[in-house]
C-alpha cells in the first residue's frame, strides 16, 4: 500500500533509528543514578538538551523533555492556569481557537468545566484566526492565548508572528504555541513564544517523546508530582534514547529543510493541481502560502457519503489516507472544518492527504488517478451499492 498519512506519523529516520538502537543498548542506566553509568547516561541527555536549545534559539534549561506534544499541550495550558489561579485566587481567562488539536481543545473544554474561563475563536472559511479577535477578546484575567502553527486538518498556516507582536507588550499574558505540524515545513522564530510544543513521531523521531520549550519568565504547576527530572516540571525516569532520538530528529529536520520543502513544493503543486480539476471536489486546504505543503484537505460530498467510506475505496486501490486527526478519527463530522465551512455535509466526507519528501512523483500520480476512481466509482453506484 502507499501511505498518505505522514501527518499521523512518519517513519523513524534511518540515522534517528540507528541512534534509538545504539542508545537503547547502551544508554539504558538510569540517568539520575549516582554512578558512572547513570552520569554517561545523564551527559548524553544534558548534550542533547543544549543541541536542542541552540537550534531551537533558546535556553537549554528551557527545554523540558515529555512523552510527547499531547503532554507538552496539557502542560503548558494547564500548567499556567493552575499556577496563576493558585498564585492570585482569581479565575484565570484562556483565549484558543475552535480548530485546535484536541489535546488543546479538549483540554481547554475541561478546564471550562472547572469554571475557568475559555473563548474558542471562530477561524474564516481559510481557516485562519484573525488577530484582531484575539485583541478584542483580551480580559484583565487572561494568562494565556493557545494557538497551533500549522493545523494537523487543513495545513492552515496561522499568523503566530503577528500575534507574537501583539502580546510582546503584555508580559501577564503567557503565548502558547502547538509546533507540532509546522516544525521543519516553515520557518518559526519562538522569541515572541513562551512555551512551545513539538512532538517526536511527527519529523522523523520515535513515538512517546515530545518536548516543550518553558520560557523563564513562565511560572507553571506540574501536571505530575514525583522525582526532580526535568527541574521537578516533570518527574519520571528520563526515556534516554527517546530523547537522544529526538534531538537527531529535530537536527536532521532542520539540516534537510531546504531539500525537503523543493521535494515537498513539487509534489504539492502537482497533486492540488490536479485535484483542483477534478469535477465534484471541495477543496478545505488553501494553497501556500496560506497553507502548509505537506496537508491537502478536500472532500467529496457525491451521494451524500461519508469519509470512511471514502478512505475505504481508496484502501481498496491500495491508498492508506485519513479523514480527521488520528485523535478524534471516531468523531463524525470534522470539528475544524465544521468551524470553518459550517456545513455538515463537507465535515463529514473530508480526506487528508499528507505528503512526506520520501513521496515519489509516480506515488503522487497513482494517488489521484486513484482519487479519480473514486469519484467515478461514487458516480456510477446508486448509494445502497457503495454502503
Ligand atoms: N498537536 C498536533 C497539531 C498534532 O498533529 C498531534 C498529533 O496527533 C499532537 C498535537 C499530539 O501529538 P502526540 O502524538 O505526540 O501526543
Known amino acids: 500500500p502507499l501511505y498518505f498519512d505522514y501527518c499521523a506519523s512518519t517513519p523513524l529516520h534511518p540515522e534517528v533509528y540507528e541512534e534509538l538502537m545504539h542508545s537503547t543498548k547502551q544508554f539504558f542506566a538510569n540517568p539520575s543514578s549516582v554512578h558512572d553509568m547513570g552520569f554517561e547516561a545523564n551527559v548524553r541527555v544534558e548534550e542533547a538538551r543544549e543541541q536542542i536549545s541552540a537550534l531551537l534559539l533558546v535556553k537549554p534549561n528551557e527545554v523540558v523533555f515529555t512523552s510527547g506534544a499531547t503532554e507538552s499541550n496539557n502542560l503548558a495550558i494547564q500548567g499556567v492556569v493552575r499556577s496563576w489561579a493558585k498564585k492570585t485566587g482569581q479565575t484565570p481567562h484562556v483565549i484558543t481557537t475552535q480548530i485546535e488539536h484536541s489535546s488543546v481543545y479538549n483540554c481547554c473544554k475541561q478546564l471550562a468545566t472547572e469554571g475557568i474561563e475559555v473563548t474558542f475563536l471562530p477561524v474564516a472559511r481559510n481557516g485562519l484566526v484573525d488577530v484582531t479577535t484575539i485583541e478584542e477578546s483580551m480580559q484583565p484575567n487572561t494568562v494565556l492565548v493557545s494557538v497551533m502553527h500549522v493545523n494537523n486538518e487543513t495545513g492552515a498556516i496561522q499568523p503566530i508572528q503577528e500575534i507574537g507582536k501583539l502580546l ?66 516533570r518527574p519520571g525516569t528520563t526515556n534516554v534514547p527517546a530523547v537522544l532520538s529526538m534531538a537527531k530528529a529535530i537536527e536532521l529536520t532542520l539540516k534537510n529543510r531546504e531539500e525537503t520543502m523543493r521535494m515537498l513544493t513539487t509534489l504539492h503543486d502537482l497533486v492540488y493541481s490536479k485535484l483542483e480539476a477534478i469535477p465534484g471536489i471541495i477543496m478545505n486546504s488553501a494553497k501556500p502560502p496560506m497553507s502548509s505543503l505537506h496537508i491537502i484537505n478536500f472532500s467529496y460530498t457525491g451521494k451524500g457519503i461519508t469519509s470512511a467510506i471514502l478512505i475505504g475505496i481508496l484502501a481498496k486501490q491500495g491508498i492508506i489516507v485519513s479523514s480527521q486527526s488520528a485523535c478524534s478519527s471516531k468523531a463524525k463530522a470534522s470539528r475544524v472544518l465544521m468551524a470553518m465551512t459550517h456545513d455538515e455535509m463537507i465535515s463529514s466526507s473530508s480526506i487528508r492527504l499528507s505528503l512526506h519528501e520520501s513521496v515519489s512523483l509516480k506515488d503522487a500520480e497513482y494517488l489521484i488517478e486513484s482519487i479519480e476512481k473514486m469519484v467515478n466509482h461514487v458516480k456510477t453506484k446508486n448509494k445502497f451499492e457503495l454502503l
Do not use: A, C
Open 168 to 233: 510582546r507588550n503584555k508580559p501577564d499574558i503567557h503565548f502558547h504555541v502547538d509546533g507540532v505540524q509546522g516544525f521543519g515545513k516553515q520557518s518559526l522564530l519562538i522569541e515572541d513564544i513562551d512555551l512551545y510544543t513539538l512532538s517526536g513521531h511527527k519529523i522523523g523521531g520515535p513515538k512517546g517523546i515530545g518536548l516543550l520549550i518553558i520560557k523563564e519568565t513562565v511560572e507553571l504547576t506540574p501536571l505530575l508530582y514525583g522525582g526532580e527530572q526535568e527541574h521537578g516540571i
